[in-house]
């Protein structure tokens, strides 16, 4: 059992509503420094959202998110992404006209400064950069397993190869924080030991903390160090794997109330 | 066989990541730069210079000015024509108010403000996308020639409204053949389809393509909708821009506003799509393709010794035009360039099946 006592981001009260229907109700939960967090619930619960208002894709009506100890105002996902914010999407969002290279390097995108004149003559600082941010991809190419696929188009990739760039290209920007939205959906067993494999990776070898959303629970249960369960907008529990599996409310929301 | 990458090791990044890291590329990017700045000027006569291979180029800078802004960053945009005829009529007011002027340094400057008028008309691009931002570049069209026409201030008040070219020198070199104007448009065409290559390929370029292909992932890893797509309206609108001047000064030498109007802009649009969105390759291609096949066409019955008269020739020319682009659109809807690509994918294992 791993401890963590350093509170990366805290949401509290937060509310979140299209017109007349709630999305999110109430809800307030903390992500600690260095854990994996999974959020879970039954489809329609509002994890996704959730995952939007973090980082700045939705601007709840009520409610206040604090990260890195600093209370944010209402801001635009690029924002986020400057902070140290990532995130992968339930639906494959790579770009499908770039490689797999290519694709990865646009997670560096904010670290690369060379102005339009340099790039375009492609003069010395701007090829140095170039080169130096290839080589910190091509760590992250290696640390995925994806080096023969480099140079693919990714609309030409299978899908579980597609999640693995997503993957690598929210980890390029080296967030402090990785918002993962149903990293192993649609995949098969071994994909999904893979995909557990690189999560727990990053998560040992770069410190990155992980919020993740997943279905498969046995994939959940090992994973993670602590699971908050929403159900129609609001939060029904949060604790360690085993409270949550115990949890009568959680049952109830999954396999119905017993009569 | 003819195009394996087989045996050729790179060892570097910088190796790999050269624009033709594959020694046929290299190869043959070394034949045709030969051919273009050797061979063709000292083969062809006047006639093919001036008609054919001087507005080739141009038209291709102005395709692949537009193709930065549809076919990289997903732009729709129909306004190639206003912001030609802004460059051509920049370079004029420049070239007249300070005759002492280098010819280059008028291009380069004609470009900028066509890149800044392109900015301004690419900000509704923040709010719209796809056919209704190709409506308010339509508005950009309309509106840019009106003003050229409109202000007299624009051609020094020229009564009959048009702009004639100043003679030019570079260096004390005048630039008044037809071999002349050739080559120093292939060196400006040169330089700046060099310059968007290496674009495209950095990460200015790939913030265009993560736009195109998805914005809301791209805005989520950290691209500024508002720099992303006005940067690459400002490069289109300056590619473009620049393409006008050498229109008006090195191909024309005289030209009105109308010249660049709207069938202009969807001139250089067929040449994008039959040319290949997203592709360098491709702008030049297509503008080969349109403006090189209606000169076909209208001297190729006469070639086969058929006597038609001139309308059955242009009546003639539009069908088979069409139905052209139809076929090749038919064929391959990724436009010329891609055949090419398949082309060098078939050529790596022939002659053997795979």
Redesign the interface.
Known sequence: MREFNETLLSVENISLSFGAVKALTNISFEIKKGEVLAIIGPNGAGKTSMLNVI?G?YHPQEGVITFRGEKRRQM???D???QGI??T?QNV??????STL?NI??????K?K?N?LS????LGP??RE??EH??VV?EIIDFLEIQAIRKTPVGRLPYGLQKRVELG??LA?EPDLLLLDEPMAGMNLEEKQDMSRFILDVNDQFGTTIALIEHDMGVVMDISDRVVVLDYGRKLADGTPDEVKNNQEVIEAYLGVGH | MLYREAGQFKTSYAADQAIFPLAQDRIGMAIILAVAFIAIPAVANEYWLQTIMIPFLILSLAALGLNVLTGYAGQLSLGTGGFMAVGAFAAYKFATAFPEMNIIVVFLISGLISAAVGIVFGVPSLRIKGFYLAVATLAAQFFLLWLLVKYPWFYNYDPSGVISAPPIDIFGFAIDTAVSKYMLTLIIVSVLALATKNLVRSHIGRGWMAIRDMDIAAEIIGFRPLTTKLSAFAVSSFLVGVAGAMYAFLYLGSVEAAAFDITTSFNILFMVIVGGLGSVLGSFIGAAFILTLPIFLDNFPRMLGFEISVETVTHLQFMIFGALIIFFLIVEPHGLARLWTITKEKLRAWPFPY
């Open positions: 980082n894709f635009k996902p690029y986020a992404a400057r990532a995130r999407f969002a790579l770009f499908k006209g770039m290519d390097m646009t997670g560096r995108n904010l690369m060379s339009i790039a375009a003559f492609y701007a090829k170039e080169i290839r080589a091509e290209r929210a920007a």
